[in-house]
């Protein structure tokens, strides 16, 4: 067997460096947020694949602190937007404003020009402002009188709603949905976690000032960019390929489902599980890793029968009966 040439072994370096530092990014932000695990690696699996994230869960489950305390682990900009029914587009863009001095006009960033932007209550915008987020998400720039801008790197867009009050709300449509790569679920923590989340803050933690509560970097872009590199080196074989689709194509033909999941649904689910594959410390995907991202890679991008709905049927139900049926490759 050859020897790795210097590059080689500089990049496995490098990537091993860069994993480590991500693993150390749940027991940072876990001086701040209680019991998310699955959200902080969902959210990082997103980073590294360069996804959007859909976060779902009542009021008061540390959507917001959990986003916070990830760009200051990450040593990346922040900034948060909480959509409501007279938000504009050019709220969130940006927009020409005209300077008296010059006499001319000049673009004045919003506030998508960041790392991290924290959609706050997206579904309580009406979809034209919806759709403002529709090219940063996609293209990575907005553009404003005809100028495109690209946007900062790296770029992920946290978007939040809640799952229980839907007066007053403008649904997503489906080809919004679709564009985020993940849909995590942030559910309510348990009787013991919630007993540390009040004995914290009887103690004197404030979630407003993450300094005080012991939160440091741990890691940055120059990690991320040499985790995307080893995860883009990350092996999939056509047997796991042709799992992916499998299943994919399965959400089409099921009785519960108006809607399956999309081309783009199977190559998002690929990418989350070569990304979790990577960062559990394999240079191959498994059948495991693929079932591990399919709920939160499919759920938002399937659409129940009204029927089905009725009688309890939730799309994790039918994407758990999914998996079960499938043949699994050896």
């Known amino acids: 067997m050859m020897a790795p040439t210097t590059d080689s072994a500089g990049n496995t370096e490098d990537a091993a460096a860069a994993r480590a530092s991500l693993e150390t990014l749940r027991t940072e932000i876990a001086k701040a947020v209680v019991g998310q695990d699955p959200a902080v690696t969902g959210l990082v699996v997103a980073l590294l694949c360069r996804g959007h994230v859909l976060l779902e869960g009542v009021p008061g489950v540390a959507k917001t602190l959990l986003v916070r305390a990830l760009a200051s682990a990450l040593e990346l900009d922040t900034k948060r937007v909480q959509f409501t029914p007279d938000l504009m587009p050019s709220d969130v863009t940006g927009s020409l404003v005209y300077d008296t001095r010059t006499a001319e006009f000049s673009f004045q960033p919003g506030p998508v020009f960041t790392n991290l932007l924290l959609a706050d209550e997206i579904n309580r915008t009406p979809p034209k402002t919806q759709s403002s ?25 946290a978007a939040t709603q809640n799952p229980v009050e839907y007066e007053g709300t403008y649904p997503l449509p489906e080809a919004q949905l679709d564009r985020f790569l993940l849909k995590l679920t942030i559910p309510l923590p348990s009787r013991e976690d919630e007993i540390d989340v009040l004995t914290r803050h009887a103690s004197g933690f404030d979630p407003r000032d993450l300094h005080a509560a012991g939160l440091r970097p741990v890691a940055g872009p120059a990690d991320l960019e040499a985790a995307r590199a080893a995860v883009a080196r990350t092996t999939v074989s056509a047997e796991i390929t042709a799992y992916v689709v499998d299943i994919c194509r399965a959400t089409r033909q099921s009785p519960s489902l108006t809607l399956g999941v999309s081309p783009r649904g199977a190559t998002a689910l690929l990418a989350a599980a070569r990304a979790w594959a990577w960062l559990t410390g394999r240079d191959y995907v498994t059948p495991d890793d693929v079932k591990a991202l399919a709920l939160p890679a499919l759920r938002h991008r399937v659409q129940l029968r009204p029927e089905a709905e009725m009688e309890g049927v939730t799309a994790d139900s039918v994407i758990n009966s999914v998996l079960a049926q499938v043949p699994v490759p050896r």
Do not use: I, K, N
Not at 135 to 142: G, H, I, N
């Open 133 to 157: 987020l529709l090219e940063a998400m996609e293209e990575r720039q907005v553009t404003v009188d005809g100028t495109p801008r690209p946007l900062p790197e790296p770029f992920l867009v």
